[in-house]
């Protein structure tokens, strides 16, 4: 990352040159500190959380200490996940062994 020398804004590339998305100031492309940083295409799947409708819960660890909002069974699967800073709790995704509701629970 490469920041302006002209009011420390973050620079982008635009053809090969930083250009400042402040200011508008440009520089040249500091190639030393492009090497050092590497960039991917693809997310894994260990940061996903599985929220998402087809998210498969299945094979999951249980919970029996739980009640469903939708309709009131008390085992489903569930995952946790730290979507806050690392000083804060984690929260945990469930998904309702019975009917599929999802929910989340935060401690």
């Not at 693809?42 to 909002?69: H, L, M, R, Y």
């Amino acid at each position: 990352m490469q920041f302006c020398d002209d009011c420390g804004s973050m620079m982008r590339t635009d053809d090969g040159v930083m250009v400042c998305s402040s200011c508008g100031a440009t520089a040249d492309r500091d190639e030393e500190l492009a090497a050092q940083y590497v960039s991917t295409d693809e997310q894994s799947d260990d940061d996903v959380i599985e929220t998402e409708e087809g998210a498969n819960f299945e094979g999951k660890p249980t919970s029996e200490d739980v009640v469903c909002d939708d309709c009131g069974h008390t085992v489903a699967w569930y995952t946790i996940k730290q979507t806050g800073a690392a000083d804060e709790p984690p929260t945990r995704f469930f998904k309702c062994k019975e009917c599929g509701y999802r929910w989340r629970e935060y401690n």
